[in-house]
């Protein structure tokens, strides 16, 4: 039986520690072969990442600043990447109708079509590399897990 009251102690344990640094390599060693199979398609992972955010979007368009929040970058990050995207025909900016100081990114019939052949080994290799590894029991505490740590740093902003 799990509680949603974490233990709370005055330092971490070894073995917390190494549990930290598991979750750390791995996650690092997923970007790594998860961004090496988006070069296949000719995209970062960053650029997956705009193209799915746009193709999830209403009208598939959505305000820079909104992306940039979605996304968690500073705007000018963002200005700076959409600037290569759009280079390559796969995003379009333009001014936002209601607001000149924004912009409204949108997604090319090009940046589409792009994204479409590129999801589908994406997502084979995510199945590959995450999902093959992990039982359905597994998925319920890594969910319960991820759950738990979501609620707790949520609460942590709350107080901030």
């Known amino acids: 039986m799990t509680t949603d009251v974490p ?6 344990t070894s073995r917390e520690l ?3 640094r598991a979750l750390l390599d791995t996650t690092a060693d997923l970007r790594r072969i998860l961004g090496a199979q988006l070069q ?3 995209l970062s992972p960053a650029d997956y990442a705009v193209l799915l955010a746009l193709s999830e979007a209403a009208g598939r368009e959505v ?4 992306l940039a929040a979605m996304m968690e970058w500073e705007r000018s990050r963002l200005s ?14 333009d001014e936002c109708p209601t607001d000149n100081r924004g912009a409204l990114v949108s997604l090319t019939a090009d940046g589409a079509d792009v994204f479409r052949r590129a999801s589908s080994p994406h997502l084979r290799a ?3 590399h995450f999902a093959d590894a992990l039982t359905p ?3 319920d505490a890594l969910a319960e897990i991820l759950d738990a740590i979501r609620r707790h740093l949520d609460r942590e902003t709350e107080r901030s």
Do not use: P, Y
């Open 63 to 66: 305000r820079s600043t909104q």
């Open 126 to 128: 995510i199945k590959r």
């Open 7 to 12: 233990v709370v102690r005055r330092r971490m």
């Open 40 to 42: 296949e398609s000719n």
């Open 137 to 139: 029991a597994q998925f």
């Open 80 to 93: 700076h990447h959409l600037g290569r995207m759009e280079r390559r025909g796969l995003i379009r900016r």
């Open 18 to 20: 190494r549990i930290w």
